[in-house]
DNA sequence: AATATATATCGATAATTCCCGATATACCTA
DNA sequence: TAGGTATATCGGGAATTATCGATATATATT
């Protein structure tokens, strides 16, 4: 994990608020369903770019960077990507910080 | 404390090496005594400077960021200024990363 | 193959950050 | 008060980031 490089990303008002979306779908996207019975692949990125105000470009720019950084998977099905919390690197960030 | 503001701090290798530093002055400043006997106030601003390669005027910069942001306590001592992590800071950064 | 939809990438501009040299300010000592 | 040292601030150029609109790519449907 590059702690700079997750840090700039942090380091984002909206990038932050997609993080915390992210950690319940059902709350955060009036119209989100699972995508998968049995695993769980997150949201996809027109869901996010609805609730963010922001354009399509920008959102999938921003997941793109949280992704790069490992604060989150992608997953392809068909012609939707979806995103969830990597919560691994989340909670490592959270040990790293000790580190620090 | 303002997460976006405290992540874009962190979010340069050379203020987060600055923060490592004071986790140790007698290891990472040749030259360093305490200030004061009885309270710890850290390591002044020309040490950091000296250590650092980077122009007196950035690092005071860089340590006025750290500064505003929390990350470090900044105590005046007659012409210096001495830098001192602030550890509950840090600390509450720990745990508000699980709150991402 | 043609078209429609979802996502990713490209190119550009404005805003921000990085880092510098120069200068100002604060403090100390004589 | 004058001069010296430590730190802070100012002004600026280069680099990076934020964000957009336009376009390309991938997938699905007919």
């Not at 990038?15 to 989100?32: G, M, N, S, V």
Request: net charge positive.
């Amino acid at each position: 994990m590059n702690q700079v490089e997750v840090f700039k990303a942090l380091g984002n008002k909206n990038r932050l608020q997609i993080l915390t979306w992210l950690k319940d779908p059902e709350q955060h996207f009036i119209d989100y369903t699972p995508a998968c019975k049995d695993v769980d692949v997150g949201v996809c990125v027109g869901h996010i770019h609805k609730k963010s105000g922001l354009t399509q470009s920008t959102i999938s720019e921003y997941l793109a960077v949280l992704h790069r950084v490992g604060l989150v998977s992608a997953t392809r099905i068909g012609q939707w990507t979806y995103y969830k919390r990597n919560e691994e690197t989340i909670s490592a960030l959270g040990n790293l910080i000790d580190t620090i």
